[in-house]
């Protein structure tokens, strides 16, 4: 039996979960929740994993020890999981994440469209008025 992968309904799953490494999980994992107005989903008795749940999908902080935070826009250090977050507004956007503990990236490709934002583990993430 042949599959055609390119047929609408022929999706293997739905994606549940993101997982991104970090050094702290409680900082990573309330920064997300406060960002997508979630709640917590999952906690390791240790701490060392916190899924968040957005309604929609969950969330994994997941502690590692001797994290590197990742580098944009080079490659470098740590892994990249990017994620694009579909805002209304993009300057009000950019304020209102500043203000739950991301940063600006130095470099913005694309800054009237994509906003890269870094969380307080260094993870890349865009702000983006774009929509599928």
């Not at 080079?74 to 999981?81: C, Q, S, W």
């Amino acid at each position: 039996m042949t599959i055609d992968l390119t047929a609408p309904g022929t999706a293997v799953g739905v994606l549940a979960s993101v997982s991104l490494e970090c050094a702290d999980t409680v900082e990573l994992a309330d920064f997300y929740r406060r960002l997508f107005d979630g709640s917590e989903f999952f906690r390791a008795p240790d701490g060392s994993v916190i899924c968040i749940s957005t309604g929609t999908v969950y969330l994994t902080a997941m502690r590692v020890a001797g994290y590197v935070a990742p580098t944009w826009p080079a490659p470098g250090a740590g892994g990249i999981v990017h994620l694009d977050v579909a805002v209304d507004d993009l300057a009000q956007s950019v304020e209102r994440t500043i203000a739950l503990g991301a940063t600006e990236a130095d470099h913005q490709p694309q800054p009237a469209l994509f906003r890269v934002m870094l969380d307080p583990a260094g993870h890349p993430f865009c702000l983006t008025t774009a929509r599928p």
